[in-house]
């Protein structure tokens, strides 16, 4: 009989685990896409367009090809042919018109637009060359200035999928005109990059005999995968796409970029193995944060209380496709108002398609609407957060369902107290310290809850190890940590017997990772498979002598803890996985589950509003002479749902408050209308934090069990940190300055110069 | 709008090229074992490790020196090796992350960022560890304050700062106290 006097270990959903992948992070043996050692490999360096609309009128290669090492030069006048339709390079996210593709012909659409790929065998050689190629253009009329652009701006008639348009109640503009305290302005967030610290690279084992394996920096390797598969005419037994690790993304590696493309393109024109890294201004040249315009009218009775929201926003997107986010329904679906409308626009210019990046809508439209909310708190003399408590709305106010859960009360609540909000001398400028002025602001975050269909498969073998499988990626998230952690908890078995692969087109399907999603739908499927592993367990302990489980009916009746099935009702009955395996005969139990909502989820999703809040709580240092702004506290309480590892989780939340500091203070890609081109396209000129602008932050995860919301009652945590962390220290400001800032990031010229 | 009018004559015009580069000789300890090379002058230290020994921890950011990412030790000190011509390090003696420590060996600085969760997507970290290595050897940071200051040359876009902050000085402590 086994000893069943010891407790169990259990190690499992909420267990603050270290990244499984920790020891190759630290020790460099974690390979990101350009960095596998593939042999006969061609380097190939992009030559970036210089102007910003028109066409090209000659290239001159011959410097170039002269250049000792150089095998070629691909152009518009001789890539190989593709395909002729859009719908062959639409990728997984569909964004509506005409997918970018490198190198179709002599039309220039953006500046830094790839016009030439030099292929070498040595990487200084490629890139010497890349530097002799000698294009000459045409140029026509050309804006990347937003503010102009808002001339253009339309309300595209085919949407994009993700989109949700406002629903509106009542009649704001009548509620406003009669409000007795009303509050309009114009707000506005600058362009941002991704800039995440892997630059967009592909590695093109090309294997010779018809198939080939393409490491790429990317957010979904399938996806890749199919859009590869789509132009180049592979198969997906050809082609097999690896993404096993990926230097950050925050979205930029949603959409397959350029450089896959030519990589693949180069590779099948030579026959060879490719490899393509952009530079760090080419990250310039592709996805980016759009660039956005928000008027918010907010009307309320004189105590403070809202009587309507009206919100018009537009953002930035190219010529040649429509990119659209969720802006102006935020603040709609999260305060109490019985009048409501929205409007939502985009506005084209000559630049790449704008991008999700972490947060895409929420990270601007909420953020933008807690500044308005803060200065009507002030027109209603009502303390901020008491002003967001009288606001508060226990439903989805916007869509008026109920929510699967919503613990923003709790966030409030101990986010204030660990913060010390209490103690808030509430006049603007009343707190000082030296020379620096103290301010104090808050601001509530929303995001979604979403689950979407996800496979895993999970292989028990008879030495007691786990090995866990999905494509599903990891780009700083701790995915692979949080699949082991749910294995662990499913199956009772510590995480070192548990190994994870993820990032590879062969492994069973999950969709591109992005908008904090990852967690709950691998977890759910990792759940799966790890059960209908438990089930042939269960099945197999029938076989051990005396049948100690006979008791078990289903899995319900037994835990799995320590390696052992132990009978819920009488816990001296227990069996080893191992002797039920050794007692069946078999040396692997092999299971592949697919979690996806069913129909009950999906009418529930229709009913009930899934996602998740915070309260943010910022502290700002102000020296006004200098103009420098100290962001020296920040306490983000987030209340989404359960968490499966708080260490990494925590770390999720800390990125996002540090990119939301950027946004309030730091990052702002500048464009130059008379070159159409970002000027500070490298990281000494777009700035980004740094460890010195980073003080004290503290992450609380509030209490919120929410078995409904998904399968795992995990609501996921990748976005939810940036939004509003930038509106709370735009709100601090305001209080330690009396500073009103409603353009984002606030540099030291604006604060000095109002 | 504008721009149309706006054409780049700045443009140096068709460089003629290139007999092959010649090759110069070095000889370089890396990880204490010494290399003996022959490299044309345009090769960095960076994409020498990269991409002709593969030795691929020290990553690329930038290439510019901006972002720290390809931070390595070069004779004990921290350097952005982006930056450095491999041809100028004849004689030196350069540790990477690799030389460090290694999966079931670590540097105390490696357990330290595992502990304390001080990287997400990890690309950065290589750099950060060897600044870390590197600005414990110089002795001048002592404080969290001067800690984060002196580590402002390595970036971080998922944003671990404090957690970094917090794994260095533990080793920082620690040491002080040995």
């Given at each position: 009989m086994p000893d069943t006097r010891h407790e169990p270990i259990r190690v499992g959903i909420g267990t603050p685990l270290d990244r499984v992948d920790g020891p190759d992070k630290v020790t460099g043996q974690a390979h990101y896409a350009a960095e596998y050692a593939v042999p006969n490999m061609l380097y190939g360096v992009i030559v970036s367009g210089r102007i910003a609309r028109g066409r090209i009128t000659g290239i001159d290669e011959t410097a170039a090809r002269a250049v000792p090492g150089v095998v070629e030069v691909l152009t518009h006048r001789n890539r190989p042919s593709t395909p002729w339709l859009d719908r062959n390079y639409k990728d997984e996210l569909n964004i509506p018109g005409d997918p970018f593709r490198a190198l179709e012909s002599e039309h220039i659409l953006f500046s830094g637009q790839p016009v030439a790929l030099v292929l070498a065998e040595t990487f200084e050689a490629a890139r010497f060359a890349a530097s002799l190629v000698d294009v000459s253009y045409e140029a026509a009329a050309h804006n990347i200035d937003f503010e102009a652009s808002l001339a253009e701006r339309f309300l595209p008639s085919k949407k994009r999928n993700s989109y949700h348009p406002p629903k509106n109640h009542g009649d704001a503009d009548a509620a406003f005109a009669a409000a007795e305290l009303k509050h309009e302005a114009r707000y506005h967030l600058a362009t941002e990059h991704h800039n995440p610290m892997e630059m967009h690279a592909t590695t093109v084992d090309w294997h010779g005999d018809g198939t080939l394996t393409v490491y790429d920096k990317n957010q979904g390797s399938q996806g890749v995968q199919s859009y590869l598969c789509n132009i180049f005419g592979f198969s997906k037994k050809e082609l097999r796409v690896v993404n096993a690790f990926v230097g950050g993304a925050f979205g930029s590696g949603l959409r397959p970029q350029y450089q896959v493309y030519l990589a693949v393109m180069a590779a099948k024109h030579t026959q060879r193995s490719v490899r393509v890294v952009m530079t760090r201004q080419q990250m310039f040249t592709h996805a980016h944060r759009p660039e956005a315009d928000y008027t918010i009218r907010l009307g309320a009775e004189?105590?403070?209380?809202?009587?309507s929201i009206d919100g018009d926003a537009t953002t930035s997107t190219s010529r040649f496709e429509n990119n659209m986010e969720d802006i102006v329904i935020w603040g709609m679906i999260n305060y109490a108002s019985p009048n409501m409308k929205g409007e939502y626009c985009v506005a084209p210019r000559d630049t790449y398609t704008s991008a999700d990046m972490r947060a895409p809508g929420a990270a601007t439209g909420m953020t933008l609407f807690e500044i308005a909310m803060d200065e009507l708190a002030y027109k209603a003399k009502v303390d901020p957060l008491d002003f967001r408590l009288l606001n508060y709305s226990d439903i989805d106010a916007m869509y008026r369902t109920p929510f699967t859960s919503k613990a923003l009360r709790e966030a409030y609540r101990d986010g204030a107290a660990a913060f010390g909000w209490d103690s808030r001398s509430p006049e603007p400028r009343s707190m000082k310290e030296g020379r620096e002025l103290i301010g104090w602001g808050m601001a509530t975050g929303l995001w979604t809850a979403e689950f979407v269909k996800t496979s895993a498969k999970a292989k028990l073998t008879a030495d007691g190890r786990l090995e866990i499988t999905s494509a599903t990626s990891d780009i700083g998230t701790g995915t692979g940590t949080v699949l082991v952690l749910v294995a662990a908890d499913t199956l009772g078995l510590p995480p070192d017997r548990i190994s994870v692969r993820i990032g590879d087109s062969d492994l069973p399907h999950s969709p591109v990772q992005g908008g904090s999603r990852a967690a709950a739908s691998g977890g759910a499927a990792v759940q799966l498979a790890c059960e209908a592993v438990g089930k042939r367990l269960l099945k197999a302990a029938e076989k051990v002598d005396g049948q100690p489980l006979h008791a078990a009916r289903s899995i319900e009746d037994v835990i799995f803890a320590d390696g052992r099935m132990i009978l819920?009702?009488?816990?001296?009955k227990a069996v080893s996985c191992a002797d039920a395996m050794q007692a069946a005969g078999l040396e692997v139990i092999e299971e592949e589950q697919t979690a996806q909502p069913g129909l009950a989820d999906r009418i529930s999703q229709m009913t009930r509003s899934r996602n998740v809040h915070s309260a943010v709580f910022a502290e700002v240092r102000v020296d006004e002479e200098l103009g420098q702004i100290r962001v020296t506290r920040i306490v983000n309480a987030v209340a989404a749902g359960r968490i499966i590892n708080p260490k990494t989780a925590r770390s999720q939340i800390l990125g996002g408050v540090v990119m939301g500091m950027g946004m309030a203070l730091h990052e702002e890609t500048l464009g130059d209308n008379r070159l159409?081109?970002?000027?500070?396209?490298?990281l000494a000129e777009y700035h980004i934090p740094v460890n010195a602008d980073v003080h004290d932050i503290q992450v609380i995860f509030v209490d919120e069990p929410d078995p409904d919301v998904t399968p795992l009652g995990v609501k996921g945590v990748g976005e939810i940190g940036i939004v509003s962390t930038a509106a709370a220290i735009a709100n601090a400001i305001f209080h330690a300055t009396g500073q009103r800032h409603r353009s984002l990031p606030i540099t030291i010229d604006k604060l000095i110069g109002t | 709008m504008s721009g149309a009018a706006l054409s780049l004559e700045n443009d140096p015009g068709p460089v003629v090229a290139s007999t092959p580069i010649g090759t110069v000789p070095v000889a370089i300890t890396i990880n204490g074992e010494q290399h003996r090379l022959s490299l044309e002058?345009?090769?960095t230290l960076l994409d020498l490790l990269r991409e002709r020994l593969h030795l691929t921890g020290s990553k690329k950011g930038c290439d510019h020196g901006q972002c720290g990412a390809c931070t390595v030790l070069i004779d004990g000190r921290r350097m952005n090796s982006c930056l450095k011509l491999a041809v100028t390090l004849d004689g030196s003696e350069i540790t990477t992350i690799e030389g460090l420590g290694q999966p079931g060996n670590l540097h105390p600085l490696q357990a330290a960022f595992i502990e304390h969760d001080a990287f997400q997507c990890g690309y950065c970290t290589p750099g950060q560890i060897c600044s870390a290595e590197g600005l414990i050897r110089e002795g001048h940071a002592r404080t969290r304050d001067e800690v984060r200051e002196q580590m402002s040359g390595n970036l971080c876009r998922c944003g671990a700062y404090t957690n970094i902050a917090d794994a260095i000085l533990e080793i920082l402590e620690t040491e002080e106290r040995a």
């Open positions: 004189a105590t403070g209380k809202l009587t819920k009702s009488d816990p001296s159409g081109r970002w000027m500070n396209h490298n | 002058p345009w090769v």
